[in-house]
């Protein structure tokens, strides 16, 4: 599973201007299931996303995100190995 750190490189409104891509892009990757989780950060510098599959596809994907491509954000991932979850979570669902 893999966390992945979008950061704004822009001022907002720049940003704003690609947001409609931006959400496609996320809907399309929830629909495909790779993509569990996404929102913004707060205050809004960017955003995280939680996905799940093999290192090289996750980052290939993030790196087609609207906001990468018209670089207005730069992103990190950080791979994790969940372990525990609350009582309504299950784990088994994350599998890649």
Request: proline share 6%.
């Amino acid at each position: 599973m893999f966390i992945i750190s979008l950061t704004y490189k822009v001022p907002i409104e720049m940003v704003d201007c690609h947001l409609d891509a931006h959400v496609a892009w996320l809907n399309q990757g929830l629909a495909d299931g790779w993509l569990l989780m996404a929102g913004r950060k707060e205050p809004r510098t960017g955003g995280i996303l939680i996905a799940r599959g093999e290192r090289d596809m996750v980052t290939q994907k993030a790196a087609t995100d609207p906001f990468v491509v018209h670089g207005v954000a730069d992103f990190e991932i950080t791979e994790f190995v969940p372990s525990r979850a609350a009582p309504d979570v299950m784990l088994e669902s994350l599998a890649p």
